[in-house]
């Protein structure tokens, strides 16, 4: 069965620095997602991503953030400047269409800011 | 924006009892429901959902159940096991938008004892 894959599952940073976390969704899946876990915390949303655009982010989401799919395959969420309090764990998702739109979750990166 | 809570937010049964965990939402437009669960370290995964032409909708040992007058959903495990140990999120969204986000409860972590 077809599965959201993420890389890297754990990136360790230095404050300040920028990370890109990577996400290969399911491949005929049209619609992307990304979320936050903050430790046992529940998730939120960050992003969402069809088309080639953005069509909605939360307030979480500021300047700081950016996403991309670079190719036919791939969806990256970066970070510019991370700060300590971006250190989650942060859940892409896919779904192949809305409404009643089906998330299905990778597997995590677990982002630590130092 | 939407607000979803959840209760309880900790829950233990015995093996082979029943498991009942509640959502309220507060979006009137919110039209689909899924419940995730969620094993320690792992990313959410889908195990029943419902949308809101539904009432309710059962899955071998899982039901949800929804009431869409006082914006609030259940799920219901039946013959709880061993492996039904794990934080459980009801999610809800309202498949508006090109791509509809999904909002989160705060999860329950089930423990089923033997």
């Known amino acids: 069965e077809p599965e959201v894959t993420q890389t890297p599952s754990h990136q360790v940073t230095q404050m300040g620095q920028e990370v890109i976390l990577r996400c290969v969704p399911i491949?005929?899946?049209?619609?992307f997602y990304w979320y936050r876990q903050i430790l046992g915390q529940k998730v939120e949303f960050l992003v969402s991503?069809?088309?080639?655009?953005?069509?909605?982010k939360s307030e979480i989401f500021d300047d700081q953030f950016s996403v991309e799919r670079p190719d036919g395959s791939n969806f990256t969420l970066k970070i510019r400047s991370t700060k300590l309090e971006d250190s989650a764990m942060y859940f892409c998702a896919s779904s192949a269409r809305v409404p009643y739109n089906e998330q299905f979750f990778g597997p995590g990166t677990r982002l630590t800011v130092l | 924006g939407e607000n979803v809570e959840q209760h309880p937010s900790t829950l233990s049964v015995q093996e082979g009892d029943s498991a009942v965990i509640k959502c309220t939402y507060s979006?009137?437009?919110?039209?689909?429901f899924p419940w995730y669960k969620q094993e320690l370290g792992k990313r959410p995964q889908l195990i029943i959902d419902?949308?809101?032409?539904?009432g309710e909708k059962k899955d071998q040992r899982i039901a949800v159940t929804l009431n869409k007058t006082a914006k609030h959903f259940s799920l219901h495990i039946t013959e709880t096991q061993p492996e039904d140990s794990a934080v459980y999120f009801c999610?809800?969204?309202?498949?508006?938008?090109?791509?509809?986000?999904?909002?989160f409860g705060t999860g329950t972590r089930l423990q089923v004892t033997l």
């Open positions: 991503f069809y088309n080639n655009e953005i069509s909605e």
């Open positions: 419902i949308r809101s032409n539904v």
């Open positions: 491949s005929n899946h049209l619609y």
């Open positions: 979006d009137s437009a919110s039209n689909y």
């Open positions: 999610a809800a969204s309202d498949n508006t938008g090109t791509a509809s986000k999904l909002t």
